[in-house]
DNA sequence: GGCATATTCAACCAATCGGTTGACGATCGC
DNA sequence: GCGATCGTCAACCGATTGGTTGAATATGCC
């Protein structure tokens, strides 16, 4: 399936696939790595990197037994595009980014990972 | 409800509300004229309209009998800068957007507006 | 007042979503 | 070969989604 702007936007709508998103930003992972941090089954995290994955936002490959996932950001592209026509917005720089992702971890750790 | 990642992405996940952002972005519109180029009923449009208005991507005002909506892209500010952080994307030109757009568009009305 | 117009509400429906559990298939280490 | 580890599959569950229809609520016009 090529990825549309409906399943990337579907993609992020969900806390925890951002939230695995953000950790790929750091390195690659084992699919055990991706679960370790949140409290919810190894299934259900299985599933959400499979829709990542349908959504282009992330590649998996498999080596032996474990399975990477590797983020892939280009798949944002056509959506950034898409957002960008709204509202002209500047380049946002980096430090912007952090401060957000901070903001959003720390609500979520707040509240257990998931609510 | 203080709009979300989650809910502007949500609302984002859907062609028809796409669709309508892009529509208010020539103009303001009232909902009767929002509904008439789509293939379904009025109240499945002001479903939508309510869900972009919680998203914080429109606002509605309401003048006599008539309820406009105005599109408001300050909303997509958070979601931009989350996606900008994957990729440093550079600042998209807005000839770019265009053609996105009636891409988008077109092949919606290929296949009649909605699947 | 009375009718037409603009919009929402309420109830319903089938489909999808996000999660669970338990069984299963690969692969590694020994 | 055997047991442990990695990951997915299948079936199930309750909640949400995207749509429908019909009734209800404003408001405008004459």
Known sequence: MTPTLDTV??????????????MLLEDDMAVTDVAEPFEMSLAAI????????????????????????????????????WMQGFGQFEAVNLDDFERFLERELGAEQAEGVRD
């Not at 936007?9 to 953000?22: C, G, H, M, N, V």
């Not at 959400?48 to 399975?67: N, P, Y």
Request: aromatic letters at 4%; one cysteine or more; glycine letters at 4%.
């Open 46 to 81: 299985s599933k959400h990197l499979a829709i990542l994955s349908r959504a282009g936002l992330i590649s998996q490959e498999k080596r032996g037994r474990v399975k990477w996932c590797k983020l892939e950001p280009d798949a944002l592209r056509d959506a950034s595009v």
């Open 9 to 22: 936007f579907a993609a992020l709508a969900d806390p925890t696939r951002r939230a695995i998103l953000a």
